[in-house]
């Protein structure tokens, strides 16, 4: 019992120690205006990096991206059809559908797959 506590505290104190390292030295210590502007061909950039960027377009893209794994999931079911019995392949491929309907009436009905207002 006691040489498990003394192995716990020496491999606390070697983890606090390399964190604590880390963090000294991975601190820059100059601060450089031209190296934290933003690059651009040697010239200040004519406008910013930051622009603003479609909220309806990224919900569209994520929602592509859930229904695009989902096909994929699908598309085993076919295969496994062979395999497995009937009745308990019916009842989850149509469950799975069901919960993907769901989702999508979902989506439609909050007006997510709607691009233009």
């Given at each position: 019992?006691?040489?498990?506590f003394i192995i716990a505290m020496i491999?606390?104190?070697?983890?606090?120690?390399?964190?604590?390292?880390?963090?000294?030295?991975?601190?820059k210590s100059i601060n450089d205006r031209e190296k934290s502007s933003p690059f651009e061909c040697g010239f200040d950039p004519k406008s910013s990096?930051?622009?603003p960027f479609s909220l309806r377009f990224f919900l569209i893209a994520v929602i592509f991206l859930i229904?695009?794994?989902?096909?994929?999931l699908l598309l085993p079911i076919i295969v496994i059809m062979h395999w497995s019995n009937i009745i308990l392949w019916t009842i989850v491929s149509m469950l799975?559908?069901?919960?993907?309907?769901?989702?999508?009436?979902?989506?439609?009905?909050?007006?997510?797959?709607?691009?233009?207002?």
């Open positions: 019992m006691l040489t498990t491999i606390i104190i070697l983890s606090s120690i390399v964190m604590i390292l880390a963090s000294i030295l991975s601190k990096a930051r622009l229904f695009d794994v989902e096909i994929a799975f559908l069901l919960i993907l309907l769901i989702g999508l009436f979902h989506e439609w009905n909050q007006g997510a797959l709607e691009w233009a207002n």
